[in-house]
C-alpha cells in the first residue's frame, strides 16, 4: 500500500471523529501526490435538513479565492497587456481613496501582496448586477489610509476587489465571466459555482455559527456575503478536488490537465516569490502575489486559508514533493482539525513539519500596557486593550460594520506574554488562541497598530 492509500484510509477512518470531537458539521478533502489523488468527505452540510457531506459536495473558500483572482490577472500580465508596477489608476482612472496622494501612488503589485495601505475591511453590498465591481470601487474614495503604500503588510479585502475590477476593465467583461472563461473551462471546473444561482444546482454546503457565545451550532441566516467582494472570496464555492485542480496547475508550472498553458511558468513562478515579511503572528512567513507562504526551514510551503459566514477553507501547497492538500468546513472549530490533518499529510507525504503551537512563556517579563493599551479601530471592530487592578491586561473586541449585522459575537480574554511585541490571548476564537502584535509608535511610546493580519490604527486619545 502506497504512502497515499494510507492517508486515504486513514482519512476516511479519522474524519468523522474529528469533525464530531470539534463540533464541525460537515468536511471534504482532497489530498495529491504526484499523479495520485484522494478524497474523503464526513459530516453534514446542514444540521437543519441532514443533507450529508460528499466528495462532490460544494463548500465556499473564502478568501483563497485571491489566488485565483491573481492568477486572473497574472495571465493578464502573461499577454502583456497588465504592467504589476504601473500604478493602478494606469487602468481605473477614476481610482480615488480618501489619500489621494496615496491613491495616485499604489501599484498593481501592491495590491497583490496586501502593502496598498488603505483600510480592508469594506464590505458594502453594491448590488448583484454586473456593475457591482465598478460602484464598489468608486465607493472607496471615502476610505482612509492607514500608513503609506508599501511600508508594511496588511491584509487588505479591498485591494483584491479593485484587483478584480481591473481583470474586467482590461478583459471588457464582467469578473465572474472573466473566472469561468480563464479558469474554470480550460481546468475542467465542473463543480464550482460564482454565486447562489450556480451553487443550489450541485450539492452545497451552509455555514454553521454560535449565534451567541457559547451557544450551540446553527445554519447561518445568510449564505454568502456581497457580489461586490467576490473578487476578495464573498461567493466562490467549489468541491474540493476543483479547488485541487487549481493547485494542480501551479504545481504542473501552469499547465492544465489537457496540457495546455493556462499560466506560464514564469508568471508560476513570480507568485511565489517574497514580497512582504508578516509580523510575528504565527501565520505565514510572507506573501507573495496572492500566495501566502508558509516556508519551513527545509520546505517552500504556499497556499492561503479562507473564512466567510460559517465555513472555512484551508490551501497548502509543496511544491518540491509534488503534494497539495485541501480542507473545506462549514463550522465549528475548524482550526484544530485542519492542524491534524495537515500535520499527517504533509507530514508523511511531504516531511513538513506544522510547528508547535504558540504558548505563553513563563519567563518572559511582564507585558507592557503603558504602551499596549488603548483602543484600536477597523471598519469591522473596536478593540480596546485595558489593564486591571492586579496589572493584567485585557483585550474586549466589539464586532461593528457588517460583522455585527453577521452576529459576530464580542470576544473578551486576557493576554499575556508571547515574543517580543507579539502576545497570545488565553481564550480561544473558533478553537483558535492566535498570537496578535503591537507595531509602530505613536510619537507617545505607545504602540500605533494592533497587528492581528490586519493593521487596526490606535484611536488617538
Not at 2 to 16: G, T
Not at 283 to 303: C, I, N, S, Y
Not at 423 to 434: H, I
Request: negative net charge.
Amino acid at each position: 500500500m502506497s504512502k497515499l492509500d494510507e492517508i486515504a484510509a486513514w482519512l476516511r477512518h479519522r474524519l468523522p471523529d474529528l469533525l464530531m470531537e470539534n463540533q464541525v458539521p460537515g468536511a471534504a478533502v482532497a489530498v495529491c501526490a504526484g499523479d495520485g489523488m484522494v478524497e474523503a468527505a464526513a459530516g453534514l452540510l446542514n444540521t437543519v435538513t441532514g443533507v450529508e457531506a460528499t466528495a462532490d459536495s460544494l463548500f465556499q473558500i473564502g478568501s483563497i479565492t485571491k489566488t485565483l483572482t491573481a492568477t486572473l490577472a497574472m495571465q493578464l500580465v502573461d499577454e502583456g497587456k497588465l504592467d504589476l508596477d504601473a500604478p493602478v489608476r494606469t487602468y481605473l482612472p477614476k481610482f480615488r481613496l480618501a489619500d489621494d496622494h496615496a491613491a495616485v501612488q499604489i501599484t498593481v503589485r501592491q495590491l497583490m501582496c496586501h502593502v496598498a495601505g488603505f483600510e480592508g475591511d469594506i464590505f458594502t453590498d453594491t448590488g448583484k448586477g454586473d456593475d457591482c465591481l465598478e460602484k464598489y470601487v468608486d465607493l472607496l474614495r471615502e476610505v482612509p489610509q492607514l500608513f503609506e503604500p508599501g511600508e508594511m503588510f496588511s491584509y487588505n479585502n479591498a485591494g483584491f476587489c479593485v484587483l478584480g475590477r481591473i481583470v474586467e476593465v482590461v478583459r471588457g467583461k464582467p469578473f465572474d465571466d472573466c473566472m469561468r472563461a480563464h479558469l474554470f473551462e480550460p481546468l475542467g471546473l465542473t463543480h464550482a459555482a460564482n454565486d447562489p444561482y450556480d451553487a443550489i444546482l450541485h450539492r452545497t454546503a451552509v455555514g454553521h455559527i454560535e449565534q451567541e457565545p457559547g451557544g450551540p451550532i446553527e445554519p447561518t441566516r445568510v449564505w454568502a456575503l456581497a457580489r461586490s467582494n467576490a473578487p476578495a472570496g464573498s461567493m466562490l464555492a467549489m468541491r474540493a478536488r476543483d479547488l485541487l485542480a487549481f493547485a494542480r496547475m501551479h504545481l504542473a508550472g501552469g499547465l492544465g490537465p489537457d496540457g495546455r498553458a493556462v499560466l506560464s511558468q514564469e508568471s508560476v513562478r513570480a507568485m511565489r516569490q517574497p514580497q512582504v515579511t508578516q509580523p510575528d503572528l504565527d501565520q505565514g512567513t510572507g506573501w507573495g502575489l496572492g500566495w501566502e507562504l508558509f516556508h519551513r526551514p527545509d520546505r517552500a510551503v504556499f497556499g492561503h486559508d479562507g473564512n466567510t459566514i460559517g465555513q472555512s477553507a484551508f490551501l497548502r501547497v509543496v511544491p518540491e514533493r509534488d503534494v497539495g492538500l485541501v480542507i473545506l468546513t462549514n463550522g465549528g472549530s475548524a482550526k484544530p482539525v485542519f492542524r491534524e490533518l495537515a500535520g499527517r499529510v504533509l507530514g508523511e507525504l511531504a516531511e513538513v513539519d506544522q510547528g508547535e503551537t504558540p504558548r505563553p512563556d513563563p519567563a518572559a517579563p511582564p507585558l507592557d500596557a503603558a504602551r499596549y493599551a488603548g483602543t484600536y479601530l477597523s471598519s469591522t471592530s473596536r478593540t480596546t486593550v485595558s489593564q486591571d487592578a492586579e496589572g493584567r491586561l485585557w483585550l474586549d473586541r466589539v464586532p461593528l460594520g457588517v460583522t455585527a449585522d453577521l452576529d459576530e459575537a464580542p470576544y473578551r480574554t486576557e493576554l499575556v506574554a508571547w515574543r517580543g511585541d507579539s502576545v497570545l490571548p488565553t481564550e480561544s476564537e473558533r478553537g483558535v488562541r492566535a498570537p496578535l502584535a503591537f507595531l509602530g509608535d505613536d510619537g507617545q511610546g505607545r504602540a500605533l497598530y494592533l497587528h492581528t493580519g490586519r493593521a487596526d490604527r490606535r484611536v488617538p486619545s
